[in-house]
């Protein structure tokens, strides 16, 4: 079995709202693949290709910050240059920086414009 991130969703109440968020948080312009009045989608790309996407459906998908799995983006080369625009952006810092291991790296865990805990990892 290839172990690998094939595609991941993070749940909006407010999709404007998170696509600011996630727009300033990472330095880009989001592409809305999908725009409709019962569903919406915006493409959190890498330079490679897309990996996943905030989505909106009023009956599928509600935001969680206290259970559930944990999604790690690329903080690479230093996670702390993301971490600083969290809070500015709309988010909040649940872990600050903090060393998993020598080998493994650091780790930081926020939350989202829209209240979905998620973490970044880098190598320094």
């Not at 019962?38 to 897309?50: H, T, V």
């Not at 649940?94 to 829209?114: C, H, N, P």
Request: proline content about 3%.
């Amino acid at each position: 079995m290839k172990l690998a991130l094939n595609w991941f969703e993070i749940p909006t109440e407010n999709f404007e709202r998170a696509k600011g968020f996630y727009e300033n948080l990472f330095n880009f312009k989001m592409q809305v693949l999908i725009n409709e009045a019962s569903f919406k989608m915006g493409l959190l790309s890498s330079e490679k290709s897309a990996a996943g996407a905030i989505v909106w459906h009023p009956d599928f998908y509600k935001p969680s910050s206290a259970e559930g799995v944990l999604i790690y983006f690329d903080g690479n080369p230093d996670l702390i240059e993301v971490l600083n625009r969290v809070e500015s952006a709309g988010g909040k810092i649940l872990i600050r920086k903090r060393q998993i291991s020598e080998d493994f790296g650091y780790m930081a865990v926020f939350t989202d414009s829209e209240g979905n805990r998620l973490a970044l990892h880098s190598k320094t």
